[in-house]
C-alpha cells in the first residue's frame, strides 16, 4: 500500500493529505439549515451537513491530492448516524480515486486488536461472502501495548496490501509528558518506540518503504530529523502544519533526499479556509469548497520551497 501511496504522491506532486474533521461550527450555516429543513434539528441534519460539506470539499480537490484522512471521532461523536457518513465519505472518496487515511488511533490486543483491523482495513467473511467494513487504505494505530497490539494489524496489512500509521512521536505539546521520558537504558521513550516500528517494519515490507509507518509530528523539527536518520525505511504521516503552527520549514527534515518519506496533513486549514482573513476577501462561505481548494494550492506551493 505505501508503494501505492508513493506513486499517487508523485502522480499528483502533492505529498500533502486533507484531513476531513468537520465539526458543527465549521459547517456554514445555508449547508446545516437546508439539512433542518429536511431532517428537523437532530443528528441525523448535522451528520447529512458533514457528509455535504465533505463531498464538495472532495469534488473541488480530489485532483489536487494523493489522500484524505478523516478523523472518525468527529464522526463517532454523532453517534450511528455519524458512523454512517464516516463510512459514506471513505467510500466517496475512494470513488473519486483518493487513497484514505482512517484517522482511528486504535490500540488494544488479540482478538480485539484483530476485530479493528479487520473491520478498519480488513474483510469480514460471512457464510462464505467476504465483506469489507469501512475499508480505509490506512489507519493510525497506537503501540503502548506492543507488538500484540500492533501484530494484527500487520498480518491484515499483508493479507490485504494496507498500511499502517504507528503514533511515534505526535504534535501535540503534551506529548513530551511520556513520550520524551528516558528509559532506563538512556534511550527516550520516543526512540525506543522508533526502534520497535524498524523492527515490526520489516515483516510488511513495500520495495523501498514499509508497509508500517510512523506518525512524527511538525512541531518538532529538531526530533522529526532525527527521526529521519534512524527510520530509514519507514514513512512518516506529518500532522502540525498550519493550525497547529508548524510551517513549511519545519517539515524539511521529515522527507528524505529525494522528496519521498511523508505525507503531510492539513485539516482546519483546509476545510475551514473560507474563515480565514487570507480567503475571506476572495470567496464568500458558500464557496467554502473553492476556498479549500485554493488552500490546497497555497500548501504544496508552500511544502514544495522546501524540497
Known sequence: MISKLIKRIQETNAPICVGLDPMP???????????????????????????????????ACYDLIPAVKPQIAMY?????EGLIVYEKTVRYCKDKGLLVIGDIK???????????????????NVEGEVFKPFDTDMVTVNPYLGIDGIKPFIDVCNEEDKAIFVLLKTSNPSSKDFQDKVMNDGKLLYEEVADSI??????????????????????????????????????????GYGAQGAGA?????????????????????????????????????????????????DMIKDISSVL
Not at 46 to 54: K, L
Not at 76 to 80: A, H, K, S, T, V
Open 25 to 59: 461550527d465549521l459547517i456554514p450555516a445555508s449547508v446545516l439549515n437546508s439539512n433542518y429543513e429536511i431532517y428537523g434539528k437532530n443528528l441525523r441534519a448535522v451528520a447529512e451537513s458533514f457528509f455535504e460539506f465533505n463531498k464538495k470539499i472532495i469534488d
Open 76 to 80: 463517532e461523536q454523532l453517534g450511528i
Open 106 to 124: 486504535r490500540g488494544d490486543i488479540g482478538s480485539t486488536s484483530l476485530a479493528y483491523a479487520r473491520g478498519h482495513i480488513g474483510s469480514i
Open 198 to 239: 524498524a523492527e515490526w517494519g520489516a515483516l510488511s515490507m513495500d520495495g523501498k518503504y514499509s508497509n508500517v509507518a510512523a506518525v512524527v509530528g511538525a512541531t518538532y523539527p529538531e526530533i522529526s530529523k532525527k527521526l529521519r536518520k534512524r527510520l530509514k525505511s519507514t514513512y512518516f504521516l506529518v500532522p
Open 249 to 297: 520549514e519545519d517539515l524539511r527534515y521529515c522527507f528524505d533526499e529525494d522528496g519521498l518519506g511523508a505525507i503531510v496533513n492539513s485539516s482546519r486549514g483546509i476545510i475551514a479556509a473560507y474563515k480565514q482573513e487570507k480567503y475571506k476577501s476572495k470567496f464568500s462561505e458558500a464557496e467554502f469548497d473553492l476556498a479549500a481548494k485554493e488552500a490546497v494550492k
